[in-house]
């Protein structure tokens, strides 16, 4: 089979590469019927979002603090090895972890939540309607 087939082939089995699939507006994942994956953790999006943030802050001041880079890159080293070794410490520890885990993400989340809150502010103040 050529190259060409196998392209076919695989297109047409989940549509032409690039095509959006039928889900009324809906991420994929969180459309009703589709293919079920693993569901993100946490530390994972925390991970994304911390990521987005430093990304955000390079932007729009060219540079930043080299100790906050620093202190940007252990948070998402320890967050890693957190998602890394939660599956053997849920296994071995699950009903003491999880409410320390909850906490965390609570007081995250509400961290992030402020953040988000400040930011939308600065920018209705600063940048015209």
């Known amino acids: 089979m050529s190259q060409r087939e196998v392209n076919a082939a695989a297109a047409g089995a989940s549509g032409p590469v690039g095509a ?7 991420p994929p994942e969180n459309a009703p019927g589709g293919p ?10 925390l991970a994304d979002g911390l990521d987005l943030l ?5 932007k729009a001041v060219g ?8 202190a940007a890159q252990r948070a998402l080293e320890r967050l890693q090895a957190l998602d ?15 409410p320390k885990l909850e906490q965390l993400a609570r ?11 400040r930011l939308s502010r600065r920018i209705e103040t600063h940048v015209p309607s």
Do not use: F, Y
């Not at 079920?36 to 999006?45: G, L, M, Q």
């Not at 296994?91 to 003491?96: G, I, N």
């Not at 007081?107 to 809150?117: I, M």
């Open 20 to 26: 959006i699939p039928p889900t009324e507006g809906v």
């Open 36 to 45: 079920t994956k693993r569901e993100r953790s946490a530390a994972e999006d």
């Open 54 to 58: 430093m990304r955000a802050a390079r």
């Open 63 to 70: 540079t930043v603090d080299p100790a906050v880079e620093q």
């Open 84 to 98: 890394a070794g939660m599956t053997r410490e849920l296994e071995k520890h699950a009903t003491r972890l999880a």
């Open 107 to 117: 007081e995250t989340g509400n961290e992030v939540a402020e953040l988000v809150q």
